[in-house]
């Protein structure tokens, strides 16, 4: 499938954070490999002149997703440590929109939606079709998929710049499948033009 970049498109690159990536506190395996497709549709996106937004996980210090506080993770992405950076390597463009999830300590968010105004600025901004990749496929990614579709968005997801965590090793697998099956659209750069 070919797909013509339209202006009321966005781009959303989902929590591609150090924590996230290989050295990090809840490394994604390979993680990091996303970040050089993910640059490539930057670069695409910003070229023409269309929206691109970075969620990240941004959780207090006492977040209620932390083993520590009953729940199922390692500590991570904790708001102004370096573990919540965005990776090194990925060229965000200056005028990124960023949206911080799950940011108070009895609310976990996935979604990049859920509890954040990404919805206003989107509609706001007569967005119609998003874009999503980034991390992790089986969690975030998905959440945010769902959301998105639910929302009235005609959703790609990007096949080529997504990553899971699979803690059950089929679950990234599951996850796209479900993605697509409720309607999202899987693309890859090589059928995404400019123009
Ligand atoms: C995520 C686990 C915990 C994600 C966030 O970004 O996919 N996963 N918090
Ligand atoms: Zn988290």
């Not at 990925?90 to 009895?106: G, Q, R, W």
Request: proline letters at 4%; glycine letters at 10%; aromatic letters at 8%.
């Amino acid at each position: 499938m070919k797909v013509r970049l339209g202006k009321k498109d966005a781009l959303i690159i989902v929590d591609v954070q150090k924590d996230f990536c290989p050295g990090g506190a809840l490394p994604v395996p390979q993680g990091d490999k996303v970040v050089e497709p993910l640059n490539r549709y930057i670069h695409l996106f910003s070229r023409h002149g269309s929206l691109v937004i970075a969620t990240r996980d941004w959780h207090p210090e006492n977040h209620s997703s932390f083993e520590e506080y009953g729940g199922i993770w390692p500590k991570h992405c904790i708001q102004n440590t370096e573990g919540a950076e965005f990776h090194d390597d990925l060229k965000l463009p200056e005028d990124v929109i960023i949206i911080s999830k799950a940011t108070e300590a009895d609310k976990e968010a996935y979604s990049g939606f859920e509890g954040t105004n990404l919805e206003k600025i989107l509609k706001g901004h007569g967005v119609r079709r998003v874009y999503v990749g980034g991390l992790a496929t089986d969690y975030c990614v998905k959440a945010t998929v769902l959301d998105a579709l639910r929302l009235g968005f005609c959703v790609f997801l990007l096949l080529d710049g997504i990553c899971g965590v699979n803690i059950n090793p089929e679950d990234s697998e599951r996850a796209i499948a479900e993605m697509l099956e409720k309607g999202a659209a899987g693309i890859i750069l090589d059928e995404l033009k400019g123009g």
